[in-house]
T-cell receptor, first 114, second 112 residues
Framework: DTGVSQNPRHKITKRGQNVTFRCDPISEHNRLYWYRQTLGQGPEFLTY????????KSRLLSDRFSAERPKGSFSTLEIQRTEQGDSAMYLCASSDNPGSGEQYFGPGTRLTVT | GENVEQHPSTLSVQEGDSAVIKCTYS??????FPWYKQELGKRPQLIID?????GEKKDQRIAVTLNKTAKHFSLHITETQPEDSAVYFCAATRPSGYALNFGKGTSLLVTP
């Protein structure tokens, strides 16, 4: 499968625990995006990388959230001290440069905070 | 502002009828406007997109129109089929020029 992959697909954690998600973009896509989606809503932008540089981060994003893309390939999203309000589907997408602009989404990681 | 407003939130049409979904955006710098289709439990998939230097684009039964002056764009689906039933999201580029702001979605139901 040459599409965007995300792991794990599901994560259940207790409030206050830290969690980390991984995204592997389409090979050679240099742009990578993280979004969060809750039921009945559209994807909400979290952060964006071009290669290893984090170029944009949502002003709404708590400092409990951090993302990295150390070698410009896969990316990780960490949430510290999880809260019940963090429960959502976390989507990763990638696009090429310059390309068509189309963002290809991964299957998502569903986080449930109990 | 960074808002993308989308209407209606739900839309029910009979098979063969047309469906229209409308979006407005607030950032005049937005230059790329994609539409995504998301079926239940699946990832969003691009169905059509338009850039700010184009007023209209068509792909078979799907078309998108853009009015930059009014900051609104619309999705038109003709000859709807039951398999068109899904949630549709519009989006517009953020100030970075690449990441997207999404609307809240329109749940389209096409009844046979």
């Amino acid at each position: 499968d040459t599409g965007v992959s995300q792991n794990p697909r599901h994560k259940i954690t207790k409030r206050g625990q830290n969690v980390t998600f991984r995204c592997d973009p389409i090979s050679e896509h240099n742009r990578l995006y993280w979004y969060r989606q809750t039921l009945g809503q559209g994807p909400e932008f979290l952060t964006y990388f071009q290669n290893e540089a984090q170029l944009e981060k949502s002003r709404l994003l708590s400092d409990r959230f951090s993302a990295e893309r150390p070698k410009g390939s896969f990316s990780t999203l960490e949430i510290q001290r999880t809260e019940q309000g963090d429960s959502a589907m976390y989507l990763c997408a990638s696009s090429d440069n310059p390309g068509s602009g189309e963002q290809y989404f991964g299957p998502g990681t569903r986080l449930t905070v109990t | 502002g960074e808002n993308v407003e989308q209407h209606p939130s739900t839309l029910s049409v009979q098979e063969g009828d047309s469906a229209v979904i409308k979006c407005t955006y607030s950032d005049s710098a937005s230059n790329y406007f994609p539409w995504y289709k998301q079926e239940l439990g699946k990832r969003p998939q691009l169905i059509i997109d338009i850039r700010s230097n184009v007023g209209e684009k068509k792909d078979q039964r799907i078309a998108v129109t853009l009015n930059k002056t009014a900051k609104h764009f619309s999705l038109h689906i003709t000859e709807t089929q039951p398999e068109d039933s899904a949630v549709y999201f519009c989006a517009a580029t953020r100030p970075s020029g690449y990441a997207l702001n999404f609307g809240k979605g329109t749940s389209l139901l096409v009844t046979p």
